[in-house]
């Protein structure tokens, strides 16, 4: 099946910097992406949909000035927490669909953010 | 997007097939029966979908009623490494907003020897 690959896995920072979470496609082309948020015990929340070459659209009550997304190729997607806080530790997944018919989808491993 | 209905937890014997039940009495004709898998702390993993007849692979078994009203998810032989969260999801297939998939809270399967 197609695979699709998150980096860095997990990631501990400080209270206030960014961190940048890449979602990659290695064998097939994902004009769209999709980025969830879980916490534990929870089920996947759908935070924005990225789209390659125009802007994401975010779900509502995401602040789209926190979570930066940016498409930038048929194969790349990322995902820029903001002047992270506490309160963004997650575990963050994205997904890209494989296109044709009822297309399922593909999603990455997984990135444990922790901000201390 | 059709809501569905699944229990919060069943248990199976290891080597037993394991029947997750999933109901989604407001599916819309052009939605299809998604499933999809969560073993603790790694992405979902895709299982097996159908629009209204019944499917197989070489994962599972999927059933649906002839109303398409809920469906039935089989796992033949369960093994232990068949533990995992199992998402059931309606949605219409593809396109790119269509493709978002919006997850409930599943049922969380648990094999034991």
């Known amino acids: 099946g197609a695979v699709v690959s998150q980096h860095p896995s997990w990631v501990i920072c400080k209270s206030g910097t960014s961190v940048k979470i890449e979602c990659r496609s290695l064998d097939f082309q994902a004009t769209t992406m999709f980025w969830y948020r879980q916490f534990p015990k929870q089920s996947l929340m759908l935070m924005a949909t990225s789209n390659e070459g125009s802007k994401a659209t975010y779900e509502q009550g995401v602040e789209k000035d926190k979570f930066l997304i940016n498409h930038a190729s048929l194969t790349l997607s990322t995902l820029t927490v903001t002047s992270a806080h506490p309160e963004d530790s997650s575990f963050y997944i994205c997904?890209?669909?494989?296109?044709?018919?009822?297309?399922?989808?593909?999603f990455g491993p997984g990135t444990r953010l922790t901000v201390l | 997007d059709a809501k569905t209905t699944q229990p919060t937890s069943m248990d199976c014997a290891e080597g037993r097939a394991a029947n997750l039940p999933c109901n989604h009495s407001?599916?819309?004709?052009?939605?299809?029966v998604y499933w999809y898998r969560q073993i603790h702390s790694q992405g979902p993993q895709y299982i097996i979908h159908g629009l209204k007849n019944n499917e197989t692979n070489e994962m599972a078994s999927l059933i649906i009623t002839e109303d398409r009203k809920s469906s039935t998810l089989i796992l033949p032989h369960a093994t232990l490494r068949d533990t995992a969260v199992y998402y059931c999801i309606v949605r219409v297939a593809g396109g790119n907003q269509g493709g978002k998939l919006i997850f409930g809270q599943g049922t969380e399967l648990s094999v034991k020897p």
């Open positions: 997904s890209a669909p494989l296109a044709g018919g009822p297309n399922e989808q593909f």
């Open positions: 407001t599916i819309s004709g052009n939605e299809y």
